[in-house]
């Protein structure tokens, strides 16, 4: 097993199994030297160390040791990579802020979750951030569920609501925690048996208001429903705005989430994910930090893609942390690097194409690789969305570049068929058909006839077909 020794030179040194020795980088020294703990992960040894500087953590990847807390009287080493002090709780050594290290425990039934009275703290063999949208004061964990007395999370790529999958562990619930008056509960307080339509998803009781969603549905099938809680929203002043944000006199609310600091009074919506205040524009529920209130605009019918411009940015929507550097992962609105925002532009409504004045942006994604001075969109056959430029044939669907085909003498020839100089294309097959004559080739109708010198092709149910003259 790894260990730390101070070697002949007085020198802190790591030893490996093999006998191997390795420096300790970073400055820590002999003087008043102590292992605190050591955390395996892998086939490296990560640790907690002391010496009369203060607490270092040492990372395994570098090497170095790095000095974080000075803080030696009230430190202590919670569990594995999990810390504290007299100020706050660390992750290695990261201070994560707020916390409060009196409060912080981990939640038993679960290697994932912690909390403190703040937030609840995620972490798994890759990722870390926290979530403070669940009551830890009530918070229970099994395995990779979380629950407070409201609402169930999930942990996946990070942690979400899971009101729908309420039925994965009720009867688990139920029988450890009998006394706990939670969802789970038969005489729970805020049941939506009763509940009725105010307005759009919103729903109201004689004591609680909701928001309704519907997945599964399907032809024949009907969706299942479920009523997410509005907690500590106001009966007697709820406005529904539209089918996604409503208002009290003290809350703007997204879905079934606070929109945290959103004014009110002067909050609108902007139709989708979209709103704003008298001084900040939101996507999701997330405020846009720096967005121009009064210039911001959304890109029409791209709501899904979040692609958003103000004078001086554009936008897209990305699964990102919700700030930084801890926070949770979920959509929010990032700007897209080097868009210029004067001259981006939407060449389709679904934002499967857009250009600015320097680049090309396939669902609002920049492709460098893409010449924007001969590029040009041809067609949109939904699913599939085509464009070309000097270098090549370009299917948004999928961001693939079509084999075999030279852009600089690609011809589109109706809405079924393009070619170049060596072969022929079918836009609704995407193939490629080099055996067909591309010198005498030409279209017949606009119903997909065409013909060379020794074939007729006509398309059917959305195959080539190929019959000799």
């Known amino acids: 097993m790894d260990r730390f020794v101070i070697n002949a030179n007085a020198l802190v040194v790591l030893q490996k199994e093999d006998e191997e020795t390795v420096l300790v980088k970073g400055g820590i020294t002999a003087d008043g030297f102590e292992v605190l703990s050591t955390y395996p992960k892998g086939w490296l040894t990560f640790a907690y160390l002391k010496d009369h500087q203060g607490i270092w953590w040492f990372d395994a990847r570098t090497n170095k040791a790095r000095l974080f807390s000075q803080d030696t009287e009230a430190f202590r080493v919670v569990h594995e990579d ?38 609840l703290y995620v972490k798994d063999s890759q990722h870390f951030h926290v979530f403070d949208e669940i009551d830890t004061s009530a918070a229970i964990a099994q395995h990779d569920y979380c629950t407070d007395l409201d609402h169930l999370f999930h942990l996946s790529s990070g942690l979400r609501y899971a009101n729908d999958y309420k039925h994965e562990i009720v009867d688990w619930l139920r029988e450890h925690y009998p006394d706990i008056p939670g969802w789970w509960q038969a005489d729970y307080v805020h049941r939506a048996d ?96 720096g967005a121009d209130v009064s210039t911001f605009e959304v890109l029409g019918g791209t709501e899904h893609l979040g692609l958003s411009r103000d004078k001086k940015d554009v936008y897209h929507a990305q699964y990102a942390r919700t700030r930084q550097p801890f926070g949770h992962p979920d959509d929010v609105l990032q700007r897209i690097k080097g868009a210029d925002a004067a001259t981006f532009e939407l060449l389709t409504p679904s934002g499967s194409w857009a250009v600015d004045a320097n680049q090309v942006y396939p669902w609002g994604i920049a492709n460098k690789k893409i010449d924007r001075a001969s590029f040009t969109h ?33 011809v589109m020839l109706n809405r079924y068929w393009g070619k170049d100089d060596q072969a022929v294309f079918s836009f609704v097959t995407g193939g490629v058909y080099r055996t067909a004559d591309a010198e005498t080739f030409q279209v017949m109708d606009d119903e997909g006839s065409a013909e060379d010198k020794l074939f007729r092709y006509s398309i059917h149910d959305g195959a080539v077909r190929k019959k000799k003259k």
């Open 82 to 119: 999990y810390s504290s002090d007299s100020q706050h709780v660390y992750l290695e050594d990261m201070p994560v802020s707020p916390s409060d290290p009196g409060s912080f425990e981990l939640l038993p039934g679960t290697p994932y979750f912690a909390k403190d009275k703040h937030q």
């Open 194 to 289: 009763d509940a009725v339509q105010l307005a759009w998803n919103w729903y109201v009781t004689a004591t609680s208001l909701f928001y309704r969603t519907e997945f599964g549905g399907g032809y024949r099938r009907e969706g299942k429903e479920t009523f997410h809680l509005v907690r500590g929203a106001d009966q007697s002043s709820f406005e529904p705005l539209d089918g996604q944000f409503a208002r009290d006199r003290n809350r703007v609310y997204f879905q079934w989430r606070i929109i945290r600091e959103a004014d009110p009074d002067s909050f609108e919506s902007l139709g989708g994910r979209f709103g704003r205040d008298k001084q900040h524009v939101y996507y999701n529920g997330y405020r846009i930090e």
């Open 378 to 410: 041809l067609l949109e056959a939904d699913p599939q969305s085509w464009a070309m430029d000097r270098n090549g044939l370009y299917n948004a669907n999928g961001k693939r570049t079509v084999k075999g085909i030279d852009g600089a003498s690609f």
